[in-house]
């Protein structure tokens, strides 16, 4: 590695897959080691719960929002530059948004041709929940929207490393057939199992990425219009509500878990399939995150409220297969029907879309391979010094010349 390089791992993957779990673990085993760590977490709107939830934890974090990593690659670059100087990270984690493939090429590619002296592009890991993946290997689509499921393909396909996390859930049997399918279908990919909720084989993963190759070792034919649809099919929600509560009112803890059981409930029955819903409660110096990563599924909860704090801040972010309005009714109806008459809502901010279609800032054709005659663009301040010194040194001599008497 050059001298003053720092890693930056990307964590792709389809939506709960446990990105941001893994990342907070992650980081707690590089701070563990006594490393500087900067996040990066990105979203197609601001009011991002991972980005609340991962600076509750005291982690420095960086947010690329309103866009993609690859349709705002100096988004990217910006936020990247800022936390290794301003923290003095010494490894970058980004986790792109879960609907997003093409990595390689719109990303790693152009990090690697320009940013080499900045940044070390470690192995792409691309995480996957046993439950969705079994799903998809099973019939090609597991339960998804057909761009959903060409969007979670390729994101398999141009992976360097395969993680499959939530290895807890799942007994040996299990683990050997998803590791012989993705064999089978993927013979040039490593495929690691973790689990990020109980760090099993987190600090495993993290020293063979850092220690690994280059990432970005393949680049793989993407269909915009397929890649269009997919995310198109998303319904994304992102909201703020301001809450008061009045004595008698349900405690914050049961109130959040309400909401969410309501929502939950009301898009199983109308058939909606959630790519994920997650809440972020925070009251004075607690916080509460609830998690859903499939209909039908039981909430996963971190944290607690303590006491009966008279004032909170609801985040929620949805994913869910079906018209962006209709997915901000759902949980403006949750939320009002938690809150009941014990508790006022007040909404600070609801931002409710379906992606636009991706149209990244690079995209390489190929892999991007460094030769003596292909370095980095950039020229240093040292060099352009040089230069500028060369060049009035050549303009004095010349004026010296023209006023010399013959």
């Not at 290895?167 to 590791?179: F, K, N, P, W």
């Not at 993963?205 to 680049?219: H, Q, T």
């Not at 058939?271 to 509460?288: F, P, Q, R, S, T």
Request: net charge neutral; charged share 25%.
């Amino acid at each position: 590695m050059a001298e003053g390089t720092v890693p930056i791992i990307f964590v792709g993957g389809f939506l709960g897959a446990g990105k941001t779990t893994l990342l907070w673990e992650a980081a707690r085993v590089l701070i563990a080691r006594g490393k500087k760590v900067g996040l990066i977490t990105n979203d197609q709107a601001p009011g991002l719960v991972d980005t609340g939830f991962l600076r509750r934890q005291g982690v420095s974090v960086g947010e690329v929002a309103g866009s993609c990593f690859c349709c705002d690659f100096g988004g990217l670059i910006r936020e990247a530059r800022g936390l290794r100087h301003s923290v003095g990270a010494d490894a970058l984690i980004a986790e792109p948004v879960g609907s997003c493939t093409d990595l390689s090429a719109t990303i790693l590619q152009p990090l690697k041709e320009n940013f080499r002296e900045d940044f070390r592009i470690t192995p792409l890991t691309v995480l996957a929940d046993p439950m969705r993946l079994a799903g998809v290997l099973a019939d090609e689509r597991g339960g998804l929207h057909p761009g959903a499921a060409y969007i979670y393909w390729k994101q398999l396909e141009e992976a360097d490393v395969i993680a499959v996390n939530k290895s807890d859930l799942i007994g040996a049997g299990e683990r050997a057939r998803l590791c012989g399918q993705l064999g089978a279908r993927l013979p040039e990919t490593a495929v690691r199992f973790m689990s990020a909720a109980t760090a099993d084989g987190v600090e495993a993963w993290l020293d063979a990425v850092l220690a690994g190759a280059e990432g970005g070792g393949r680049v793989v034919a993407v269909d915009y219009d397929t890649y269009a649809d997919g995310e198109a099919a998303l319904g994304w929600l992102n909201a703020t509500y301001e809450l008061r509560r009045s004595d008698g009112a349900p405690a914050w803890d049961n109130f959040a878990s309400d909401v969410m059981g309501r929502l939950g409930r009301a898009l199983a029955r109308d058939g909606a399939a959630i790519g994920h819903v997650k809440m972020l409660l925070e009251a004075g110096d607690d916080h509460l995150a609830v998690n859903l990563t499939r209909t039908g599924d039981a909430p996963s909860a971190r944290g607690a409220i303590r006491g009966a704090p008279e004032r909170a801040l609801l985040t929620i972010n949805a994913r869910v297969e079906m018209a962006p309005e209709r997915l901000r009714e759902f949980v403006g109806a949750a939320v009002a029907e938690g809150a009941g008459t014990g508790i006022v809502v007040a909404p600070a901010e609801i931002r409710a879309l379906r992606p636009g279609r991706p149209k990244p800032t690079h995209r390489y054709r190929e892999v991007f391979v460094a030769t003596a005659s292909r370095a980095p663009r950039r020229r240093t301040w040292g060099r352009w010094l040089v230069v500028i010194l060369g060049l009035f040194l050549v303009a004095y001599a010349l004026f010296l010349m023209r006023a010399w008497p013959a």
